[in-house]
Structures are given as structure tokens and as C-alpha cells.
């Protein structure tokens, strides 16, 4: 073999490992992993990287935020989770697939494409662990709101609006039901019974948030050879927070609380005591919930970084509302709770971690949106951002390319209340409190008018001293309503 030969070879098997690699890097190195961490009923001051309490210590969760941006002026677009998480998934107005209150169809409008069907595309690994709630049709496997049914190649956790933490099969709810049908009670949503795999409902044994983290870290480690996305939607911190595990409640010193009884009292005498302020335990046994959320995403951090994955991941956190008082979460410096249009129902703290991308230790006021996920998403896997949304790029507020990008206005309508966001101005008309008074929660009737960079947490009505944006705010309402209703693309 002559040396012009010998060199011809070499080089041509240099090309191709050179090409194997590149190839390998472009599928692998490129495009991230991506993780949707979604909380339940977090309070806005619940987050120890926030510095607003002292006896709140979510070291993990502050992982996320320390090695990537917190954006302190994200809103989700609604006060209760199946209106905001449906707003998430879509990247549009929950209002748009006709959602206003609890009673909804979910996903029922096949024109609004999820992020996992658009990743689909893409050819990722699409995995949905924990609580899904999008409306009325969750729990029917052949309706589009189920997991399995808008782009999710596997799913893991309940389809209701309340499940119990610790009780997680069918003889449980059985029981149950037998029971309260017995003593004529009614009441109660809270589901004791199996959880879903994929579409078997399958008993357990555990604590729902340590379940949840097991199965998240065992979808990433059958997936992480190939591009995935992972949705995980903890329980914790929503309601029912005196279900710890027993451990706990003796590590801690505390009593804890029995479930309901419907052969001792009615549903309602026992709700009211566990609320706002009755229970005297009820800050600790929120914060118990937010300790084992918070310990189940550093399980999940350390695992994708001793698997070598942390560097290429984005991961994304938020909490599908603001916190609920009744059962103690702080929403400090923000007036109101979960249910309510007040800054504390619909402001939360949006995380966004991607190392190989992102700046660390970044803080943004940006006015974003939950809307914005799907967008942000799109981007940074090289997907076309579908036209009809209502969100946005936020990728050059997040790489520091355009730290002046945000939302012009932003709007809300649970039907018995609305809001309206642009700028420093918030427009807020509450016209029932029916449902504040049933959740416990204080909603002043009106019209009203704040300054939230003078008035934050919505003290002052400024309405009679400013009736021109008043007027302007109240007409930008209707005419997004109008286009709401009329099905036409808002952009």
C-alpha cells in the first residue's frame, strides 16, 4: 500500500468518526432535555432563595434558581390550577378552550397543540408524573384532557383536583365512600384510591410527593439516552397538608390531625378547623409538604448530574397558582390567596435553569407568563412557535439579550371577577364572593383601580383619581373579551 493511499484511508476514517461524533453531539449536545416542574398552591414567599420569611428553607428549589434566572414578576393566568395548568401546556388563554371557573372541558380543542405533541415532533421521549387536572373530563381515558391522549408517551399519578398524600388504593376510597353513604354526609373531593400507570389504575403504598420523585427519576434514567421531556406535577403543596408521613410529624414534635370522619361530624365543621386560623399546626404541616417536595428535587438535581445530564437540561419551575392562606401558605408582600384575582391568587416565581445557556444567579422583573413556557420551549429545541398563541419568546430576557422584552397587557376572567395588567396598573372588578366566602378567603366586591409599583400589595384605590387608564384598562378588557368570544387570534 503506497503512502498517498495509506493517507487517503486515514483521513477518510477520521471524516466519519469526526462525523459519527458531530452527529451524535448535534442529537444529544444541542438540543436539551427539558423539565417542567409544576408546584401546587406555592405561596409567592415560600421560596428561601426569596428572602421574604425565615421559616421557609427550600435549599434544592433554590438550586434551581442559583444556577439559572427567577423572574419575580411572572403571572399564571388563573387564580386555580385546571384553568392554569391548561393555560401552561398551551401556551394560550385558558379562556380560549372556553375555561373560566373549575367546571370546564379541558383540552377539548384539538387547535391548541400541547408541548409535548409539538416535542413529539421533535422526537422526544414525552413522560406526565403526577397530578393532572385540567377540567370536568380528566379522569376518562379516552378524552383528550388524559395524559396519553395530548402527547405523553407515558404517565404516572392521579387525574382529580384533590388526592389524598398517603392513602393510594381502590380499598381505600371503597371504604370510604361505604362509610360517608352510610351517615348520609356529603362533601369531601379528596380521592383516596389507585394511581394511574398510563391508563391501569395500579394500588400503592407511600407518600405521594416521594412517590412522584421515584418515577421521575426512573422515566430519566430509561430515557437518558435520548432527548426527553418530563412534566412533573407534585401535589404539595395543595390542601389536606396534615398528611405527612408519621416520621415526620415525630421528628418534628407534631401532633398532626385526623382525616375526616363522616360518622363524627359533617364535612364542613371538620374543613373549618384545619383553615386559617384554626389550626395551630397548619404553617408546620404546610411547610412539612414543602420540605418533601423540595428534598424530591434534590434527588432529581443530583441524579441528572451524576448521569452527566444537568449541563444540557433546561429546567423550568413555577406553581400553577399563588399559595393558599387558608392553609397557610405566605404570600408575602402580595395581598390575597389562591381562588382570588389579588396579586397573591395569580403572581408567582417563574424558574429557568440551563446551564450551558443561561447566566446563574440572575433576577428579572420582567411582566411574563405561564403562557410564555410553550413558546420558551419551542425555541430552545428549534421547534416553529405556533401562530395563534398568547405567549412569548422570554429566551432573550432569560440569555440577557433583551432585558426590556415583556408583556404589553396581561388579562384575567374567573366570571365572577376579572383583572387587567399593563404596566405598573392593574385593573381589578370582583362582582360575586360566593366562592371566597365557601374557600374561607377575603374578596372585596367592586371596581378598583392600583398602582402596584406604589402599591403592591393593593391598598389603595385609585379609580376616582384616575378615571382616563381606568376607562383605558376597562376598553382593553373588552376588546380582548370580544376576541376571546369570538374566537379571533389576539395577535
Not at 89 to 95: A, E, K, M, R
Not at 252 to 259: I, V
Request: charged share 25%.
Amino acid at each position: 500500500m503506497d503512502t498517498k493511499t495509506l493517507i487517503y484511508i486515514v483521513l477518510t476514517f477520521m471524516f466519519l468518526l469526526f462525523f459519527s461524533c458531530s452527529k451524535k453531539i448535534n442529537e444529544k449536545g444541542q438540543l436539551p432535555n427539558v423539565i417542567l416542574i409544576i408546584a401546587d398552591d406555592l405561596g409567592y414567599a415560600d421560596l428561601s432563595v426569596a428572602n421574604s420569611v425565615d421559616d421557609v428553607k427550600t435549599p434544592n428549589i433554590d438550586r434551581i434558581a442559583n444556577s439559572g434566572v427567577r423572574l419575580t414578576e411572572a403571572y399564571v393566568n388563573s387564580p386555580i390550577c385546571n384553568q392554569s395548568r391548561a393555560s401552561i401546556i398551551t401556551g394560550c388563554y385558558p379562556q380560549r378552550l372556553g375555561s373560566y371557573w373549575y367546571s370546564s372541558k379541558g383540552l377539548h380543542d384539538r387547535k391548541f397543540v400541547t408541548i409535548p405533541e409539538l416535542l413529539k415532533k421533535k422526537g422526544y421521549n414525552t413522560g406526565y408524573i403526577g397530578k393532572t387536572h385540567y377540567g370536568d373530563f380528566d379522569k376518562d381515558t379516552t378524552n383528550r384532557s388524559f395524559p396519553l391522549n395530548h402527547g405523553f408517551d407515558y404517565f404516572f399519578g392521579h387525574t382529580s383536583a384533590r388526592k389524598h398524600y398517603l392513602n393510594h388504593k381502590e380499598e381505600f376510597e371503597a371504604s370510604f365512600q361505604k362509610v360517608k353513604n352510610k351517615h348520609n354526609r356529603s362533601g369531601q373531593s379528596l380521592e383516596q384510591g389507585a394511581l394511574w400507570v398510563n391508563n391501569k389504575k395500579v394500588d400503592f403504598e407511600g407518600h405521594l410527593t416521594e412517590l412522584i420523585g421515584e418515577e421521575s427519576r426512573l422515566f430519566i434514567k430509561k430515557n437518558r439516552d435520548d432527548k426527553f421531556f418530563l412534566q412533573i406535577a407534585f401535589n404539595a403543596a395543595h390542601n389536606f397538608t396534615h398528611q405527612l408521613p408519621e416520621d415526620y410529624l415525630i421528628e418534628n414534635n407534631l401532633n398532626g390531625r385526623s382525616d375526616w370522619s363522616p360518622e363524627k361530624e359533617t364535612y364542613y365543621n371538620w374543613y373549618v378547623k384545619g383553615r386559617y386560623p384554626n389550626n395551630d399546626e397548619g404553617r408546620a404541616h404546610y411547610l412539612g409538604q414543602v420540605h418533601l417536595m423540595d428534598d424530591e428535587i434534590g434527588k432529581l438535581l443530583d441524579f441528572l448530574e451524576s448521569n452527566e445530564l444537568r449541563e444540557n437540561t433546561l429546567i423550568i419551575f413555577i406553581s400553577d397558582n399563588g399559595g393558599s392562606t387558608p392553609i397557610y401558605a405566605n404570600n408575602k408582600p402580595l395581598r390575597g390567596s389562591k381562588y382570588l384575582l389579588y396579586e397573591g391568587g395569580i403572581k408567582v416565581q417563574l424558574l429557568a435553569s440551563y446551564p450551558t445557556k443561561y447566566p446563574k444567579d440572575k433576577v428579572f422583573d420582567n411582566l411574563v407568563s405561564a403562557m410564555d413556557i410553550l413558546p420558551l420551549i419551542c425555541k430552545e429545541t428549534e421547534i416553529e412557535i405556533p401562530s395563534h398563541i398568547d405567549g412569548i419568546d422570554i429566551s432573550p430576557i432569560l440569555i440577557g439579550n433583551d432585558i426590556n422584552l415583556e408583556h404589553e397587557i396581561l388579562f384575567w376572567d374567573t366570571g365572577h371577577e376579572i383583572a387587567v395588567r399593563k404596566g405598573d396598573w392593574k385593573l381589578r372588578k370582583a362582582f360575586n364572593n360566593q366562592h371566597a366566602k365557601d374557600e374561607m378567603v377575603n374578596l372585596e366586591i367592586g371596581d378598583f383601580l392600583y398602582n402596584l409599583k406604589e402599591d403592591v400589595s393593593e391598598t389603595q384605590n385609585l379609580k376616582s383619581a384616575n378615571n382616563t387608564i381606568h376607562d383605558e384598562l376597562e376598553n382593553e378588557f373588552l376588546k380582548w373579551k370580544y376576541k376571546i368570544i369570538n374566537k379571533k387570534q389576539l395577535k
